[in-house]
């Protein structure tokens, strides 16, 4: 049985995800910020099965005790999913504590969750890391320091930690989810999370060793870094 492992799963993407893994049969630890959360992700799943551990990635002693209550589980597959978009600062109006903690969920956290965890990583594992394009340094546009800024740190991050973990056959990518109708996302937003977690589904079941540090698209297309 294949054991995946979703942060930030309350909600939009990272809860689709563990729907549709829950429903192929997959064991599936769903991490949460708040005991409601989880509850409530449990029902919305229709099963008491699904490991659903408290998270706030930005913390070290929250990400350590994830990885103490895992005991001697093994992890196939992580998503490192959780995220914040936070407002939208343009130059002149940037609120810094804002700023730092945005580098704090959506490019440290990364690091944080897959540092603890690399023991639990199998051998061969697959590690994605939900990015954007709105960190891609091709893309000429204005406003939104924080959020494309912590993206564009976080592909870097994932190249570098793909170089670290190579030597144990796991495959490190970012992961361009498209743009989906969430609470992110917004209501116009191109996609459901429905489209866009089978994407996602689909190019981890094929990704290699070969695709490691990549940048990738929801529907497998290479994304410009």
């Known amino acids: 049985m294949t054991t995946v492992l979703i942060t930030g799963a309350a ?3 990272g809860q689709e995800l563990a729907r549709q893994y829950v429903a192929d049969g997959a064991r599936v630890i769903a991490t949460c910020r708040t005991e409601d959360a989880a509850a409530q992700l449990k029902t919305l799943l229709g099963t008491s099965d ?33 995220g914040v978009l936070g407002e939208q600062y343009a130059f002149g109006t940037m609120d810094y504590d804002a700023w730092t903690h945005a580098f704090a969920v959506n490019t440290m ?12 990583l199998a051998d061969g ?15 000429d546009t204005s406003g939104s320091y924080p959020y494309r800024s912590t993206k564009a740190a976080v592909n870097k991050v994932v190249q570098l930690m793909a170089h670290d973990l190579k030597p144990r056959d796991i495959t490190c990518i970012t992961m361009h989810p498209g743009w989906v109708r969430t609470d992110m996302g917004g209501p116009s937003a191109s996609i459901s999370p429905e489209e866009s977690a089978s994407g996602i589904r689909r190019v981890i079941d094929g990704l290699t060793l070969a695709d490691t540090s990549s940048f990738i698209q929801w529907n497998g297309e290479p994304h410009p870094w």
């Open 11 to 13: 909600r939009g993407i």
């Open 50 to 82: 699904v490991h659903t551990p408290l998270l706030d990635v930005s913390d070290g002693a929250s990400v350590a005790a994830l990885a103490q209550s895992l005991g001697g589980t093994t992890i196939d597959i992580l998503i490192n999913n959780a």
């Open 109 to 120: 956290g990364p690091m944080r969750v897959t540092e603890a965890l690399a023991g639990h």
């Open 125 to 139: 594992a697959k590690v994605i890391t939900i990015s954007s394009q709105m960190g891609s340094l091709l893309r």
